[in-house]
């Protein structure tokens, strides 16, 4: 949607959907969701999470699915990046304690390093730049499903934990809020396939409708929590700062790492939103269960990185959303070429935008 239909600003650089989330989290820091409203957002979050899936099942093609699921070497690359390249900058980071980071707040910016991606805004984000939205349905489901194992596993490992986030609920957990839904919407595709395609538009505003409920249920659970009174002004500044050159590390390396091993602009889209990113519904129950009393201060980095990488995904989405449109009428025609009656007809060129 353009500015002027917005009747934004020429000038104005945010991005309307950046406001939206803006809004979100002062909603949330104005009036979090506690009690018995908390447990209704947190309800309506795993129920929006459950539609988007559902509806991504009904609108995708069982063929689009499988090519998708074959991609196994995108599928890898997200993995890697995933629990490889995140675990490496996060123990290069080491060096920053304690000048820089109290000991709970570095173990807090390695555990979010060990956290697998996040799925429904991996797809959201990969949708709106038309990208490859198969391959990231996918690769964060892969991603999650890892994650079960290979994050408690690193964090033992890294952080001297008992590695005790595996169980069995957590599995079905997933298997019940993501994979019954798409295999349900595949399973009706035959009968609303078509008309989910004809809406495409309403479902681009379930996707953000979706982000910000996920959003603001995070954030009231921060907030009532209590976690932003547990550290110093400096500190969190300090933290913000480590976690933008983070971020801006890891999507450097999946964009242009992706480019180098030969993917195509599509999936380099869906490799940089799936790898660059962590889920904040993965790591929170796992951090309760390897932090126990010290979850609240060692979550803190992981919620401010998921919402810095919700603000910054969102511009680079709209931005590659726009790049998509890769050609346009020039405005001056090309030579003319006989037609069948004698007379010239004009042919248009194409110019890269």
Avoid at 78 to 83: D, I, N, P, R, S
Avoid at 283 to 297: C, E, I, K, N, R
Avoid at 321 to 337: G, I, L, Q, W
Wanted: charged fraction near 15%; include cysteine.
């Amino acid at each position: 949607m353009s500015r002027r239909t917005l009747h934004l600003p020429s000038w104005l650089p945010i991005d309307p959907y950046i406001l939206a989330l803006l809004g979100t989290v002062g909603l949330a820091a104005l009036l979090p969701a506690s009690g018995a409203a908390a447990d209704i957002a947190g309800g309506a979050s795993t129920g929006a999470v459950a539609l988007l899936f559902f509806l991504y099942g009904a609108r995708l093609s069982t063929r689009e699915a499988l090519d998708g699921l074959r991609h196994w070497r995108l599928h890898l690359t997200v993995l890697g990046a995933t629990f490889l390249a995140f675990p490496l900058l996060g123990l290069a980071a080491r060096s920053l304690e304690p000048l820089v980071l109290t000991p709970q707040l570095y173990s807090g910016l390695l555990f979010l390093c060990l956290v697998p991606s996040t799925i429904q805004s991996s797809i959201a984000f990969t949708s709106i730049a038309r990208g490859n939205v198969p391959a990231a349905i996918c690769a964060g489901s892969f991603s999650s499903l890892a994650g079960i194992v290979m994050t408690p596993l690193l964090a033992a490992l890294l952080l001297g934990g008992t590695g005790g986030g595996f169980s069995a609920n957590s599995l079905m957990k997933i298997v019940l809020q993501l994979l019954v839904p798409f295999l349900a919407g595949q399973l009706l595709r035959r009968w609303i396939g078509g008309f989910l395609l004809r809406h495409k538009k309403a479902l681009g505003y379930v996707d953000r409708g979706s982000i910000l409920l996920v959003v603001y249920t995070a954030f009231s659970e921060g907030m009532v929590a209590g976690v932003w009174h547990q550290v110093t002004p400096l500190r969190l500044g300090a933290l913000l700062l480590v976690e933008a050159l983070l971020l801006a590390a890891m999507l450097a390396l999946t964009w242009y790492g992706a480019k180098r091993l030969g993917f195509g602009r599509e999936d380099r889209i869906a490799i940089q939103f799936a790898g660059s990113k962590k889920s904040l519904a993965a790591g929170l129950p796992m951090a309760s269960v390897l932090f126990g009393a010290q979850a609240s201060v060692a979550v803190l980095p992981l919620m401010l990185f998921h919402q810095m990488q919700l603000m910054v995904c969102a511009v680079i989405a709209k931005r590659r959303a726009r790049d998509a449109v890769t050609a346009v009428p020039f405005p001056h025609p090309a030579p003319s070429r006989p037609r069948k009656d004698g007379r010239l007809a004009e042919q248009r060129t194409w110019r890269s935008v």
